[in-house]
Nanobody, 127 residues
C-alpha cells in the first residue's frame, strides 16, 4: 500500500513557476514508477509526465515538454514536478500516481496503469 500526498499548488501569473511535490508513504517507494496527471474543469484527466524508479527514465506530454521536469528522490520518498513558463492552459488539479513494477526502467503514460493516486493539488495560472 502506498499513500500519496501532493503539495505545492497555488496561484501564479503566466510565465511563472511552481514546484509540485508528492510525498509517498511505504518502504518500497523505490519500486514504484510515478506519474503526474492533471484534470481541468469539464475535461478528462490527462497525462503530464512519468518517471521510472531506476535509471531516471522520463516521458512528457507534448504540451509540457521543455517546460516541466519530473524528478524523484527515493531517499525522501518524494517525486517532484518542476513547472516553468506556466500558461493559463496549465490550470488544473494535478495528481500524482504510483505503479508498483519490477521493471525499473519502465514509465507509464496511461492512467489505468497506476494503482495509487493522491488527492490532487490545484494549480491556477492567471493571464
Amino acid at each position: 500500500q502506498v499513500q500519496l500526498v501532493e503539495s505545492g499548488g497555488g496561484l501564479v501569473q503566466g510565465g511563472g513557476s511552481l514546484r509540485l511535490s508528492c510525498a509517498a508513504s511505504g518502504r518500497t517507494f523505490s519500486r514504484y514508477a510515478m506519474g503526474w496527471f492533471r484534470q481541468a474543469p469539464g475535461k478528462e484527466r490527462e497525462f503530464v509526465a512519468a518517471i521510472s524508479w531506476s535509471a531516471g527514465n522520463t516521458y512528457y506530454a507534448d504540451s509540457v515538454k521543455g517546460r516541466f521536469t519530473i524528478s524523484r528522490d527515493n531517499a525522501k520518498n518524494t517525486v517532484y514536478l518542476q513547472m516553468n513558463t506556466l500558461k493559463p492552459e496549465d490550470t488544473a488539479a494535478y495528481y500524482c500516481a504510483a505503479k508498483f513494477t519490477v521493471i525499473g526502467t519502465n514509465y507509464y503514460r496511461a492512467s489505468g496503469e497506476y494503482n495509487y493516486w493522491g488527492q490532487g493539488t490545484q494549480v491556477t495560472v492567471s493571464s
